[in-house]
């Protein structure tokens, strides 16, 4: 079985595809599964009485039925489109947080949330004259028990927590935060962008109070996300967006809204995005989580193993390999990451550089920015290969340079 | 991107790491940050004027050896000039990296910061390049801006 053969812009590009953390490409069931719907069924789901668009409301539906059982949630209302993790996390932020934090509230989030799991609670933390603190990492880019047991107290309200750090790669231990936090009466928030395209995910085994994720970072097209909030907070929440499709009654002045999972999606949906969302869930489910674990696993730690020996190379990510996902951060000592991106890139491998929307965290690294190697069940070793070789060719471009 | 040597040159490299302009001047006239919030690079330009003519120019800060290079070449290319002088060549750069002058009569004004031609082949690093030039910029429009502002001031 070679799985690059499913996606045909590996098969039409040579390169090696290294930013599946900043999207993923997509496998031809996911390409064909759009085109059928636009050749087969498209019409306005919810809108007319007509067969095509019952027809088209009933993939729309469905498709939420598949995500409810795909993270295990208990009820399908408790799943909402939304555009990516951002707008979830915006949601969330709006919707709960503005209206249920109070003074001197505390918000705590981890140094390593992406700025769409940090710049909203800043808002809703200065808004309400609320404390937003934050749990660092440790020397082994990983946080501590201790950290986590000092840093969410009585007073917190809200925890936000990456399942997987998009810089570090470090899978934080969120059954033990949500733990923690609940026995504090606080809720969890979960980013989990990172870690849904190579994890299983069961919200009710975790306890999660929200969850939120991407679909492009998992096989979906681009500009479809998911909101996983619990029916009874869900229930309590006014809405975010107001418009079509959300409502109930509309008076002149006055408004009762429809409910779940309505409420939370207002106007025409994006539709081709869900029904991508759907076919991306099959591929994962045909394939298997074992199985795509299996694959990483190989892939990364291969990767890890062969980026150690080029001594030009300074890696942030933990030692523990069983705490570690898909990603890997590194710098050429002395280079910059944009010029190594770019040498990179002469040579046919796509690896991010940047800050990787994660400015705090960099800071607190003591750096300005890194380059980013993430991999996916696509990934080969000779992708690996082409990375290390493009690595030393660009390490010997700068070597007589290089002041450190 | 074929030949990356052309973008980074002997020129450039030597600029971008071991820079002789990139220190602080004793008494800077203007001091304006130059920033690129998506890749974090950073430079602060300082700049010391006698009438019209730029004296002498510095620079600190951090950032991708493109950026550096070209706040580095651009400070030898600029220096001494006049600013009239200056910002013809200032236009020159930006279009030189825009593709919109390819004429090379023209480019020679340039001078060593010819070496940046190339960079207008990578667009994700164009940004990086016009990084110090647009900061310039940005200085010499406060000086004109400065001396409108102080012949209203004598007129009243």
């Not at chain 1, 004259?129 to 990983?142: D, G, H, P, R, S």
């Not at chain 1, 969890?188 to 929200?210: E, G, R």
């Not at chain 2, 490299?13 to 890749?39: F, I, Q, R, T």
Request: aromatic share 8%.
């Amino acid at each position: 079985m070679n799985i690059k053969d499913d996606f045909p812009i590996l098969k039409n590009r040579n390169i090696a595809y290294l930013d599946s953390g900043a999207t993923s490409q997509k496998p031809q069931a996911v390409i064909d599964a759009i085109s059928e719907f636009y050749k087969k069924c498209n019409a306005n789901p919810h809108r007319g009485a007509y067969a095509l668009s019952q027809e088209a409301t009933e993939v729309y539906e469905n498709t939420r039925t598949k995500i409810a059982e795909f993270i295990n949630a208990k009820h399908r209302e408790e799943i909402i489109f939304s555009k990516n993790a951002t707008e979830s996390l915006n949601l969330i932020a709006y919707s709960y947080g503005l209206e249920n934090i109070e003074k001197d509230d505390e918000i705590v989030i981890s140094i390593m949330e992406h700025h769409s799991n940090l710049v909203p609670w800043q808002k809703v933390a200065k808004t309400k004259q609320a404390k937003l603190n934050y749990m660092y990492i440790n020397e082994n880019f990983e946080l501590s028990d201790e950290e986590i047991e000092s840093k969410i107290t009585d007073k917190t309200k809200i925890v936000g927590i990456t399942h997987v750090s998009n810089v570090l790669g470090t899978i934080n231990n969120i059954e033990k935060i949500i733990k923690y936090a609940h026995k504090k009466g606080a809720l969890v928030i979960v980013d989990a962008s990172q870690s849904i395209p190579h994890m299983k995910i069961d919200v009710q085994a975790l306890d999660a109070d929200f969850l939120v994720f991407s679909g492009h970072k998992m096989l979906a097209p681009l500009g479809i996300g998911v909101l996983y909030g619990k029916k009874e907070l869900l229930d309590n929440m006014t809405p975010f967006l107001m418009g079509g499709d959300m409502i109930e009654y509309v008076y002149e002045q006055d408004t009762t809204f429809a409910s779940l999972p309505n409420k939370f999606e207002a106007g025409t949906q994006n539709v081709e995005g869900v029904i991508g969302l759907g076919a991306a869930i099959d591929y994962i489910e045909s394939l298997g989580y074992d199985k795509i674990e299996q694959i990483e696993r190989e892939i990364v730690h291969y990767a890890i193993e062969e980026l150690r020996k080029l001594n030009f190379l300074d890696l942030y990510l933990t030692k523990n390999n069983e705490n570690h996902s898909a990603v890997i951060s590194f710098n050429i000592k002395g280079v910059h990451p944009h010029d190594v991106a770019s040498i990179l890139d002469a040579e046919g491998v796509c690896v991010r550089s940047g800050n990787h929307c994660a400015q705090p965290l960099m800071r607190f690294l003591g750096i300005d920015s890194t380059c980013r190697a993430s991999f996916y069940i696509y990934n080969t070793k000779e992708d690996v290969d082409r990375l290390v070789e493009a690595l030393n060719k660009a390490y010997n471009m700068f070597k007589k340079y290089i002041k450190i | 991107m074929d030949n990356l040597d052309e973008v980074y040159n002997e020129l450039i490299m030597e600029h971008s790491m071991n820079s002789y302009n990139k220190k602080h001047l004793d008494k800077a006239d203007y001091s304006e940050m130059g920033h690129n919030p998506n890749c974090g690079d950073e430079i602060t330009l300082e700049v010391k004027l006698d009438g019209d003519k730029i004296k002498d120019m510095a620079f600190s800060g951090h950032g991708c050896a493109i950026s550096q290079a070209s706040t580095s070449i651009m400070i030898d290319t600029l220096k001494g000039k006049d600013i009239k002088e200056a910002k013809e060549i200032i236009k020159t750069f930006i279009g030189m990296i825009k593709r919109e002058i390819k004429d090379e009569e023209e480019l020679k004004k340039l001078e060593d910061a010819i070496a940046f031609r190339n960079v207008s082949n990578m667009p994700a690093r164009v940004k990086c390049a016009l990084l110090a030039w647009h900061t310039i910029e940005d200085i010499l429009d406060k000086r004109e801006n400065e001396g409108t502002a102080s012949i209203d001031c004598c007129h009243k």
